[in-house]
């Protein structure tokens, strides 16, 4: 009896077994089918190579804070709609170095070829590819005033291939004007370096002129060509101006350290019109991000590459951001005393009260 309970023991054990290894082998059956499953689930779904690629150029007149930090914001819109340089992107990105003849050979060289989508960054660059480019939608940024510069005749409705961003709120000019009478009662004179070649620059002296007239307040004009004049225009500037201001001129706006050298050195207050050249040793403006700027440009673009709308139904924008931006470190270079009356007129003084 014993001898037969001993044989059905074993016999039970070697079926336990087989049972046992069938089982596993079933789990890992089934583990090797879901995996597969999951395999072709992954083959099926859409790969990065079926992802449309675009083609985009961008002309830019020369490096500067402001309009690097447009372009980068430019970028930073496609890169957070799927729109990646190196993945679906092909960028042709293109800088003048501040030379007309080198913008208009630019513009004649991106006509040559198909994009579906080309950037001009600063007025040259617009009216170049304007010129130029029939066959690819245009968007411009940093242009000051888009009627005047003749790259839309309708800002709602600008028609043909060209649409995009002015980066200037004439109110912004006006306010500037205004904090300067208003917080410097001894400025009888505002002197400004500019490139009169520049249709932005004479757009906007004529808007701060025309501001500061109504204060009773002078605006003394130091022009220049090119860049490697700025710093003897700004010393010109010295004895017969109060304090010095100057526009979104690219000629100036370059050799912009020169200008703050002088201001600093004489404790002469210095006024710009953008965030960059703040942040750089210019005591105040009233204006707003670029990087801000560009990104609603980038917008306009994923609007134009994913969506297909018609670059010409696009209305023209503005900033809208604005606000008071102080450089208290600046001020003491420039011997500005910053009352509380100035701190409490800027809104995001996180932000925009430059330690």
Known sequence: MKKKIGVFMVIAAMLITVIGCGSNNAGGGGNTGNAANQG??????????SKESY????????????????????????????????ENLKLDYNNAQGDPTNNLTIAQKIA??????????????????????????????????PLDAKL?????????????????????????????AENFKEVKAVGV?????????????????????????????????????????AESLVGRADALYTTLDNTVVEAVSTVIQIANEHDIPFFSSDR???????FA????????????VGEMAVEVLKE????????????????????????????????????????????NLLE
């Open 40 to 49: 072709n689930a992954e083959a099926g779904a859409p790969a990065d190579t």
């Open 112 to 145: 040559g070829e198909k994009y579906d989508l080309v950037l001009g960054i600063a007025t040259p660059p617009a009216q170049a590819l304007v010129g130029q480019v029939k066959n690819s939608p245009i968007l411009f940024a940093s242009v000051t005033d």
């Open 193 to 233: 370096v500019i490139n009169q070649g520049e249709p932005n620059a004479v757009i906007m002296a004529d808007h701060a002129e025309k501001a500061l007239e109504k204060h009773g307040i002078k605006l003394i004009k130091a022009p220049v060509t090119n860049t490697s004049e700025v710093k003897q225009a």
């Open 276 to 282: 960059d050249t703040v942040e750089k040793g210019a």
């Open 152 to 180: 839309v005749d309708n800002l709602e409705k600008p028609g043909g291939n060209v649409s995009g961003a002015s980066d200037t709120n004439p109110e912004a000019i006006v306010k500037l004007m205004d904090f300067i």
């Open 308 to 351: 297909g709308k018609k670059v010409g139904d696009m209305p023209v924008t503005f900033p809208d951001k604005l606000d008071l931006i102080l450089n208290l470190k600046a001020a003491a270079e420039q011997g500005i005393e910053v009352t509380d009356a100035m701190k409490d007129m800027v809104n995001d003084k996180e932000n």
């Open 285 to 296: 403006t009233v204006g707003f991000k670029y990087y801000d700027h560009g990104y609603q």
């Open 55 to 86: 083609k985009v150029a961008i002309s830019q007149i020369v490096e500067h804070p402001s309009l690097d930090a447009t372009r980068e914001g430019f970028l930073a819109a496609l890169k957070d709609a799927g729109i990646v340089e190196g």
